[in-house]
């Protein structure tokens, strides 16, 4: 399993996993982030789906910044 902290989550202590709190930051730009988005087909999703990904590439459902509304790693902010 990936920590939550992989993906730009952050996960207050003392809460149960329906009351977590999330803070998305682009990985690119530092920009906060808007959702998730797929790097490779655009999809776009409010929770982050670890099982969205690609044959052959290591793209895939990551944050979306709220900024320039890219897949983190292909932000445009910078």
């Not at 992989?6 to 996993?17: C, D, N, P, V």
């Not at 906060?32 to 087909?41: F, R």
Request: with cysteine.
């Amino acid at each position: 399993m990936v920590p939550p902290t992989a993906f730009g989550l952050e996960i207050q202590k003392g809460r149960s996993a329906m009351a977590q709190t999330e803070t998305l930051t682009c990985a690119k730009c530092g920009g906060p982030g808007d959702g998730w988005k797929c790097a490779i087909c655009g999809s776009v999703a409010s929770e982050h789906d670890a099982g969205h990904l690609h044959v052959g590439s290591d793209r895939y459902c990551t944050v979306r910044c709220a900024a320039c509304d890219q897949a983190d790693m292909l932000c445009t902010c910078v």
